[in-house]
């Protein structure tokens, strides 16, 4: 089955620990991306890559860092977590061009709690 | 820069009736395509319709269809023979051609399905 899987979907954390979620796709996309939702504010993209070793930030990057070291995998990392960055975490990937290149896949998301 | 405007924050509607969400956007770019998007009560974010730019033909899928008016920026769904699954918050969103790849979302409409 193609899916977009993320771990821990639901995590509560303090301040200043830091945290790795997890992203990983089994449809060989190029382009995967983080996006964090807000009441009122939609979904905002977080950072992006286009392939391996290629990443860029997004519209929000501020306290997140990525890695892209295999196609498959893009975690998402907070290395000091502040309670601003609580919010509903969503990562998602898709082939990038072409006919419904443009169309992203979304994992379950990721329920981030900062105390 | 892009925008994606949804100004109806909550609907609802009666089962087995028609239902309207409405969409207006701003881009400069030519090549692009909308979507949306539901997210029910599990917040997993099921795609509902796309539509290519530069298609006319408005999309449509079983009881889901758009009105896409281009020169007027706009971008409605339609939902028809509503059913109580129905009832979700939907998201509107932009893809244009670009290295970001990335989606620009609406702030969502909350949609409620009356028995």
């Known amino acids: 089955e193609a899916q977009v899987t993320q771990n821990p979907r639901y995590l509560i954390t303090v301040t200043g620990k830091k945290l790795t979620v997890t992203c990983s796709q089994n449809m060989n996309h190029e382009y995967m991306s983080w996006y964090r939702q807000d009441p009122g504010l939609g979904l905002r993209q977080i950072y992006y890559s286009m392939n391996v070793e290629v990443t860029d930030k997004g519209d929000v990057p501020e306290g997140y860092k990525v890695s892209r070291k295999e196609k498959r995998n893009f975690p998402l990392i907070l290395e000091s977590p502040s309670p601003n960055q609580t919010s509903l975490y969503f990562c998602?990937?898709?082939?990038?061009?072409?006919?419904?290149?443009?169309?992203?896949?979304f994992g379950p998301g990721t329920r981030l709690t900062v105390t | 820069a892009q925008t994606v405007t949804q100004s109806q924050p909550e609907m609802s509607v009666q089962e087995a009736e028609t239902v309207t969400l409405s969409c207006t956007y701003d881009t400069s770019e030519s090549d692009y395509y909308l979507f949306w998007y539901k997210q029910p009560p599990s917040r997993q974010m099921i795609l509902v319709i796309r539509?290519?730019?530069?298609?006319?033909q408005n999309a449509t899928e079983n009881r889901f269809s758009v009105n896409f008016q281009k020169a007027a920026k706009s971008f409605s769904l339609k939902i028809s023979d509503s059913q109580l699954g129905d009832a979700a918050m939907y998201f509107c969103?932009?893809?244009?051609?670009?290295?970001?790849?990335?989606?620009?979302f609406g702030t969502g409409t909350l949609l409620a399905v009356q028995p």
């Open positions: 969103a932009l893809g244009c051609r670009g290295a970001t790849n990335k989606l620009i």
């Open positions: 998602a990937s898709s082939l990038g061009s072409g006919t419904g290149g443009y169309e992203q896949y």
């Open positions: 539509q290519e730019a530069y298609k006319q």
